[in-house]
């Protein structure tokens, strides 16, 4: 990629394939050639600090084009040379207008540009899909491994899920990754599997879908610390969202703040980054941060010094994290809620962010009140549809959905997910899938019996 002799190269590569390695290498060859400087940018902050262990001299994109809130390049881009090689990592979650403004200004300079993203992850939350396009337009390369796993079998199951292939999901359950049951039962067995991990010490992620199950997931975990011991009841604060945190609690930064040294010399606080509250001071909140997980074990571990953070209302609590925040971070275990309104992208991100486990958590009921019956609804056009069929002269009616989806339901797994927009069996196609959740089905196991499940059981309904 870096003889190609294009303006723009994409790196278009599945999660854990080494994508900032990769890109920290092609830096430092470049570098040794001198051939120029080695930036990088990156979509977020946190996201910075991981790509400057290998290409020092990095940003994220506000910083690198100059934006102030509300105002885009209101300081001035970062000025480039030729022959400058600008390295975008995380190029996926990176929104289009600053894709476009980093690649405009490094053709008007003469400078190189390499991008290394996930086209089949989430896309950044505003104005996304750049990446996609340029991947589309230009081809890519691809690095084909997912070394983050150390099961050889996640690691060819990765690689399916990204696909869209649901019937990867059966041996997810083979392997005993797959928990069913209700809404209720299921959320209190993902925060109570997180506890005991980390009354282990172990680094875990615990993800949702949206900001109100990571915050009722939160609160349900800091409940079950509390009770034992583990967080103090007070003195107490008031954080974002009206959440309380006191002595024990992790809690979230969501802002950056240059002016705080987080813990270690020239490492600066970071939206994202996991804070454990030692004590509550007139100056504020006297926090360790977290650092990346003891390779060899899979502990936790946290700054030796501990600093004030002053800005309690730019956090929440750390228990659980969205999909879109999980994106990117690597851990020992994962733990994903699925509640059946997630798209493939969603699942994929959070069933491959632990190295040694990624477990699901799925709702094998409808969490909607106002819906007494469980599963999927026809959508009305179909009833209009219908209608105009058995007019004199209309089209010809379309099977019954339920005699196209006889027999169709893959896999067996308890809480499966449904197939209802194909009659067409798996391979999916790559493109977002429709999902929904159903009740347990009773099925026949093949092949070998699978490994023994934790304590936390859901009840079958058939």
């Not at 949702?208 to 009841?233: F, N, Q, T």
């Not at 893959?410 to 790559?430: D, F, K, M, N, V």
Request: glycine share 10%; net charge neutral.
């Amino acid at each position: 990629m870096l003889t190609d002799g294009r303006r723009v190269s994409v790196i278009n590569a599945p999660a854990g394939s080494g994508k900032t390695w990769v890109l920290a290498a092609a830096g430092q060859a470049w570098a040794a050639a001198g051939l120029g400087r080695v930036i990088g940018v990156t979509p977020s902050q946190s996201a910075r600090n991981i790509l400057s262990a290998g290409v020092p001299v990095s940003y994220n994109c506000a910083q690198f084009l100059g934006h102030l809130p509300g105002q885009r390049g209101a300081r001035g881009p970062v000025q480039l040379r030729p022959g400058d090689l600008i390295l975008i990592d995380e190029a996926s979650m990176v929104a289009t207008p600053d894709l476009a403004d980093v690649i405009t200004q490094a053709a008007a300079a003469g400078a190189k540009v390499i991008l290394a993203g996930d086209t089949q992850q989430l896309q950044a939350v505003e104005n996304g899909g750049g990446m996609s396009l340029l991947a589309d337009a230009l081809g890519y390369a691809r690095l084909t491994e997912p070394v983050r796993f150390r099961a050889a079998w996640e690691q060819a199951a990765s690689l399916r899920l990204r696909q869209g292939d649901t019937s990867v999901l059966a041996e997810y359950d083979q392997q005993g990754r797959i928990y069913g049951g209700d809404p209720e039962q299921m959320m209190d067995a993902a925060a109570a599997a997180y506890v005991a991990l980390t009354l282990d010490g172990t680094d875990t992620l615990l993800m949702a879908a949206d900001h109100a199950l990571r915050r009722e997931l939160s609160r349900r975990v800091r409940d079950d610390l509390m009770r034992l011991g583990l967080v103090r009841p007070g003195p107490a604060v008031t954080i974002a969202d009206g959440a309380m945190a006191s002595p024990g609690d992790l809690i979230i930064c969501t802002r950056n703040d240059h002016s705080t040294e987080a813990g270690e010399p020239g490492r600066t606080l970071a939206n994202g980054d996991l804070l454990r509250i030692q004590a509550i001071t007139p100056g504020g909140l006297l926090v360790r941060r977290a650092l990346d997980a003891d390779p060899a074990t899979g502990q936790r571990r946290w700054t030796d010094r501990h600093f004030v953070f002053k800005n309690c209302k730019d956090a929440e609590l750390g228990y659980a994290v969205t999909d879109h925040a999980a994106q990117g971070r690597t851990v020992h275990t994962g733990m994903a809620l699925i509640t059946g309104t997630e798209d493939r992208q969603h699942a994929y991100v959070a069933l491959s962010r632990g190295t040694e486990a990624n477990l699901a958590y799925v709702f094998t009921a409808s969490p909607k009140t106002a819906d007494p019956a469980p599963g999927p609804r026809p959508a009305p056009e179909l009833a209009r549809y219908d209608r105009r069929a058995t007019r004199p002269g209309g089209p010809a009616a379309p099977a019954p959905a339920d005699a196209i989806l006889q027999g169709q339901a893959w896999p067996c797994w308890p809480g499966y997910w449904t197939a209802t927009a194909s009659s067409t069996p798996p391979p999916r196609p790559a493109t977002r899938l429709s999902l929904t959740l159903t009740t347990w089905p009773s099925c026949t196991r093949s092949g070998p019996p699978r490994p023994p499940r934790p304590e936390i059981r859901p009840t079958a309904t058939s």
